[in-house]
């Protein structure tokens, strides 16, 4: 049975950073290129980042460029994403999603406030 599991989100102060991460199971992790979305109150769901099946290519949103990264680790069948200098704006449940399959995780909610 595939899983995807997120956690990391919280609340932080705008300039925080954190660190999502999804676990993944019941799937080949490694041929599978991954993405983080992220849906905010009232708005529609939104790519955020990209990594391809090894990792050697990465795609961002331009609101998140130079803020976040994205990175795999195909030993532990794991996703991150870095996600510094937070801004308000980047409030909203994050999801991990396996391109191949359309496997989508629960979602973690990363709250951005002071």
């Known amino acids: 049975q595939v899983h995807l599991v997120e956690s990391g989100g919280g609340l932080v102060q705008p300039g925080g950073s954190l660190r999502l991460s999804c676990a993944a199971t019941g799937f080949r992790f490694s041929g599978n290129p991954m993405s983080w979305y992220r849906q905010a109150p009232g708005k529609e769901r939104e790519l955020v980042a990209t990594?391809?099946?090894?990792?050697?290519?990465?795609n961002y949103a331009d609101s998140v460029k130079g803020r976040f990264t994205i990175s795999r680790d195909n030993a532990k069948n794991t996703v991150h994403l870095q996600m510094n200098s937070l801004k308000p704006e980047d409030t909203a449940v994050y999801y991990c999603?396996?391109?191949?399959?359309?496997?989508w995780g629960q979602g973690t909610q990363v709250t951005v406030s002071s």
């Open positions: 990594i391809t099946s090894v990792g050697g290519t990465t």
């Open positions: 999603f396996a391109r191949y399959g359309g496997y």
